[in-house]
């Protein structure tokens, strides 16, 4: 049976258009209802063009130490995304290695 899932943003500007609160919701989330969240980083791939579209949006709230570790587990995530689609753990674990040099110059695994 054919079913369809939606996933929707709102995002609220500032005076200066700047994100002032992001909220998201999913039809299929564990969890249903509205969520708040300090940033978002979404990729779409264009197969027709062969290019990667992007949209990175955070609050004025986001905290650099939160960036931090955002952007650490981003690259981890897409390590496991990478592995699981492609099945190639040799470059997996490069991106791997990537998100531990990260952590590592920004002390992350030290706190």
């Not at 995002?11 to 249903?32: F, G, H, R, Y």
């Not at 063009?49 to 981003?74: A, C, E, P, R, S």
Request: aromatic share 8%; charged share 30%.
């Amino acid at each position: 049976m054919k079913r369809r899932a939606e996933i929707n943003f709102r995002v609220d500007l500032d005076e200066d258009k700047m994100p002032s609160q992001i909220k998201w919701d999913a039809t299929d989330a564990e969890n249903p209802g509205t969520k708040h969240c300090e940033a978002m980083l979404i990729s779409l791939w264009d197969s027709q063009v062969k290019n990667t579209l992007g949209i990175d949006l955070w609050t004025k709230n986001m905290l650099i130490d939160d960036m931090n570790i955002f952007i650490y587990q981003t690259l981890k995530k897409l390590a496991d995304t990478y592995s699981n689609a492609t099945n190639d753990p040799e470059t997996a674990d490069i991106i791997y290695k990537c998100a531990s040099d990260v952590a590592n110059k920004l002390k992350l695994l030290n706190k």
